[in-house]
């Protein structure tokens, strides 16, 4: 089967999911054109801009279309076959991750553009409020854990591809300086000369691209540098890359976050348009299984390990995060919330499903020669695809490279930031310095996770992303259920109908059983060997998060359950928020 037709197939579906679906969506939410939304109502030119759909569009993609969309589909397709994988992420998008994310933005803006955290203090009590605050803290946590690792391990090392050619981790270290010090001028010169957007995007877009060509002729190779090995300069990378994040989640929004979601924006439209462009032309053929087996081989069992290990693409739980942290503040009309809210979840779908080519295209032995890194399984598919399309080798697979550790850029920063917004709401500490330590502990956190070394039966070290991974996609998934959760107390408080508890409360449902079964397996294998002997308190991080997680989340369900089984609380009328939000 050649790869373009499970593209096209997708992309024919998710189309018709925006306008069927998505139009459905946007009439229950009576989505009101005539509204005035939170960011015209309290505009502030700081929090609270109202800007044009197509920009926010692509700032919104580029913060939730990280590596998830990436890592997660080729792992998946690489422990049960790319059928499954494909199957999982066009429902999912379609009828959970979609009404997730597009429930949580109209959620928002309903409410002042307050989080969604703040939508579940509402509508059931302050303890669930508190509750999921300390949640999604742990859960970004192991976000920045799991994607920290990942790009660290994109800067050192060589990959030798099929046609002979070398890449050097150092090179994309190089282009991914480079990368990260050209928004920062952009930002400068948007603010302080009268460089109008459009202009520095002709300007700054071409520079990426000589950054990205230039990396691999001036590797910077950390481990010559300081003259350690490999795996130590794997360790100096986390460490760097956590003090990036401390660094860029402190700056002003319009210095780094906005001109790198920009640009970081037309990097995934081209990635994205470039990779199903060369999939059109190029003629490969899945090779790998679509269907490998309902276990694999080290015992992760298809249901519900596919749940969570494809996370972003399907759904995730950090989508609602950003989408009534950020981008509710500067929704200018709310008939914008379904392309951005709806069709960006889709546009990841599709995002995933070409990442899912990349496994497809390989046989049993091409994957296992990539030694399970799915960053430079994603650049040699990717990279063979741009060949075809006549960009040489030399730029295609490090633009690979360098997208994906893009996509990562703007979830890690987004991720501390966030974290320190909630640690100075559960602590109450507003102040300069409160700023500083709440960043520094959600810095820092995750260093006391990255620096560990895990070893399998035999001695191996595995790398601590792979380690973390399954917990990060459980926690991820268990936060959408949490926010979903949220999403269907305050429509059954508003409107009361079946459809909420149909097309809100069954995702709902879903997403809750599949995160806690995997979390409740991360447990028992911390405790219990596969006959259920007991083996002893686990030195591992892991089942103790995955026992506290399941706490947290069981604690939020019963307020929950005890909203809708109450009836002293009468339905909340449909009404749009007039008032400002408390600052």
Request: overall charge neutral.
């Amino acid at each position: 089967m050649y790869l373009f037709i499970p593209v096209f197939f997708a992309a024919i579906c998710l189309a018709i999911a925006y306008r069927v679906y998505g139009g459905l969506l946007a009439r229950l939410l009576h989505l009101d054109e005539s509204a005035a939304t939170p960011a015209v109502r309290m505009r502030d030119d700081v929090d609270y801009l109202p800007i044009e759909p197509k920009f926010l569009m692509s700032q919104h993609f580029s913060a939730i279309a990280a590596a998830g969309p990436i890592v997660g589909p080729i792992l998946a397709g690489l422990m049960f076959g790319w059928l499954p994988a494909l199957i999982w992420i066009l429902l999912g998008a379609i009828f959970i991750g979609g009404m997730h994310d597009f429930g949580s933005l109209v959620a928002s803006i309903r409410h002042n553009a307050r989080s969604i955290a703040d939508v579940v203090r509402e509508h059931m009590s302050r303890t669930s409020y508190l509750l999921f605050l300390v949640f999604i803290w742990i859960a970004l946590v192991y976000i920045v854990v799991a994607f920290t690792d990942i790009v660290a391990a994109s800067f050192v090392g060589r990959q030798e591809l099929e046609n002979g050619m070398v890449v050097t981790g150092g090179g994309v270290a190089t282009s991914s300086l480079l990368y990260l010090a050209l928004p920062i001028l952009m930002g400068l010169l948007l603010r302080y000369t009268k460089l109008t957007v459009n202009m520095a995007t002709v300007i700054f877009l071409p520079l990426v691209a000589l950054a990205i060509w230039v990396g691999q002729y001036i590797p910077f190779d950390l481990g010559a540098v300081l003259g350690v090995s490999e795996a130590q300069a794997h360790k100096t990378w986390d460490v760097i890359l956590l003090g990036y994040c401390f660094v860029a989640s402190l700056v002003p929004m319009w210095l780094l976050l906005q001109p790198r979601g920009h640009l970081g924006g037309y990097f995934l439209y081209v990635a994205l348009g470039g990779g199903m462009l060369g999939l059109l032309f190029s003629g490969d053929t899945a090779q790998y299984p679509a269907f490998t087996g309902w276990t694999t081989a080290t015992g992760d069992a298809l249901v519900p390990i596919l749940f969570i290990t494809i996370a972003c693409g399907a759904c995730s739980g950090f989508h609602s995060i950003i989408a009534s942290g950020t981008t509710s503040k500067q929704l200018r009309n709310e008939r914008d919330a379904k392309s951005v809210g709806y069709g960006a979840m889709l546009l990841e779908a599709l995002v995933a499903v070409v990442s899912l080519c990349c496994v497809m295209m390989l046989t049993k032995e091409g994957a296992a020669a990539f030694q399970g890194k799915p960053n430079f399984i994603y650049a040699h598919g990717l990279g063979s695809w741009l060949e075809t399309l006549y960009v040489p080798a030399s730029f295609a697979v490090p633009f690979g490279l360098l997208a994906f550790t893009t996509f990562v850029y703007d979830t890690l920063d987004v991720c501390t930031r966030l974290g320190r917004y909630i640690l100075q709401e559960l602590t109450g500490w507003n102040s300069e310095a409160g700023r500083w330590v709440a960043t520094a502990i959600t810095a820092g956190a995750p260093l006391l996770f990255v620096m560990q070394q895990s070893v399998d039966a035999s001695g191996n070290p595995i790398p601590t992303w792979k380690v973390f991974w399954g917990l990060f996609g459980a926690s991820n998934q268990l936060l959408a259920a949490l926010s979903l959760l949220g999403v269907t107390v305050w429509l059954w408080r508003t409107y009361r109908k079946p459809w909420v508890l149909l097309m809100a409360g069954l995702p709902t449902v879903l997403m809750y059983i599949m995160s806690t079964w995997a979390l409740l397996r991360f447990a028992r294998a911390g405790f219990f060997d596969a006959g259920w002997n007991w083996t002893g308190l686990s030195t591992s991080p892991v089942p103790w998060v995955a026992l506290i997680l399941v706490g947290l989340a069981l604690l939020v369900l019963l307020e929950a359950l005890r909203v809708f089984l109450s009836n002293t609380q009468p339905p909340r009328p449909d009404l749009r928020d007039t008032a400002p939000a408390a600052a």
